[in-house]
């Protein structure tokens, strides 16, 4: 497996130089293909843990977990209209929102929208974006919105919904709140203890605009952290470093494959980071914050199960982690990511942490 991986690296490596220097590429991409089929096959006959690892999931634990302040927002859909599970106080209540088709269509022209803003000189679209936010609000939440109170919010979207982009939404804009697969794995994960040794990892992958600008400052406010760049930030070293550590921040351009997103990529400089890399882990890091283009995006197999970089580090180990699902504006991305490790210095948790290094954002 570990020698097709690495193949399958260079060779994609290879095929993205072509297309750079404008050379053809069709031979470099049939190989590329039968190596990712070969991944595939051998990942479907690698024997797995045990069934369940002898974790339940239990609904009265949830709710004790979530105390009084805390409401967990769960999405599901019911002859083609959302229905709305709010979690809190010892208890669960349904509200209903709008149909289903009308969310997701609201959601791609916000995508669209945010694709755009990632672009300079594009700020004048804001207040069509901010708009289409308030009717996402009233097609998601319906009245559940006036029922969210003042604390945090764990949103739980069904697999077709979960590329909203939830800081848009008026009643998360200013709030903490966290967005997980299901509910399930919020509570895992908020079960999780992390790892006794602290360590901290800085990736910084090849071609940014910026260069990655915010981890040379990184470095310098975390003196004891592993910082990887140039011919450091290979795969092999990569990896090594990331297994086991407290908190991991890599800088990259990220690419979604949605026809196979367990090939979906971080760019190293020997070529792309694969989700099927991240399941080599012992144990994914404790918190991981991925600067990188559409590291949120999943893609929906089966009864809603999803695929994608983050789904493949939760059952790992980690316990939160700070991705996005459109395109970043490089330029825009770094005071952000500063602001967010200092608020983690601080002591805030991953979702109090990027609240406020939002609202410390111009505009």
């Given at each position: ?21 404008g ?14 089929r ?6 479907l ?5 045990a ?24 999405l ?44 300079p ?62 509910a399930?794995s ?17 990736v ?88 990188c ?7 929906s ?19 939160g ?36 290094a ?6």
């Amino acid at each position: 497996m570990l020698s097709d991986l690495t193949a399958f690296r260079e060779i994609a490596a290879r095929a993205e130089g072509a297309r750079i220097e404008g050379r053809p590429v069709p031979t470099l991409e049939r190989e590329q293909r039968r190596l990712e089929r070969e991944i595939r096959s051998r990942t479907l006959h690698m024997r797995g843990d045990a069934p369940g690892d002898g974790y339940r999931f239990d609904p009265g634990r949830l709710l004790e977990r979530l105390g009084d302040e805390v409401r967990l927002v769960e999405l599901a859909v019911l002859d083609g209209r959302v229905q709305v599970l709010l979690c809190a106080q010892g208890r669960v209540r349904r509200f209903e929102g709008g149909l289903l088709a009308d969310a997701e269509r609201e959601a791609e022209h916000v995508q669209a929208g945010l694709r755009r803003l990632a672009h300079p000189g594009a700020e004048a679209r804001l207040p069509v974006v901010e708009a289409a936010g308030r009717r996402l609000e009233e097609l998601l939440l319906g009245p559940a919105a006036a029922q969210l109170g003042s604390g945090p919010v764990v949103m739980v979207p069904p697999g077709r919904l979960h590329r909203v982009p939830w800081a848009l939404l008026p009643s998360l804009r200013e709030r903490v709140f966290s967005v997980s697969p299901s509910a399930n794995s919020w509570l895992r994960a908020r079960e999780t203890a992390p790892p006794p040794s602290g360590r901290q990892v800085l990736v910084r992958g090849p071609g940014l605009a910026t260069g990655g600008a915010e981890v040379p400052e990184l470095a310098g406010r975390h003196g004891s952290a592993t910082v990887l760049e140039y011919d450091d930030a290979r795969v092999p070293r990569v990896l090594e470093e990331l297994d086991g550590a407290t908190l991991a921040h890599i800088a990259a351009h990220g690419t979604f494959r949605a026809d196979s997103p367990l090939f979906s990529s971080l760019r190293m400089t020997d070529g792309p980071l694969i989700v099927h890399d991240f399941e080599r882990l012992d144990r994914s890091p404790y918190r991981i914050i991925l600067s990188c283009c559409d590291t949120a995006r999943f893609a929906s197999v089966g009864a809603d199960e999803l695929l994608g970089l983050v789904t493949a580090l939760l059952p790992l180990g980690t316990a939160g982690v700070v991705a996005c699902s459109a395109p970043v504006n490089d330029e825009a991305v770094v005071p952000l990511m500063l602001t967010l490790h200092k608020g983690l210095s601080a002591g805030a948790s991953m979702a109090e942490a990027l609240r406020d290094a939002r609202a410390s954002l111009p505009g």
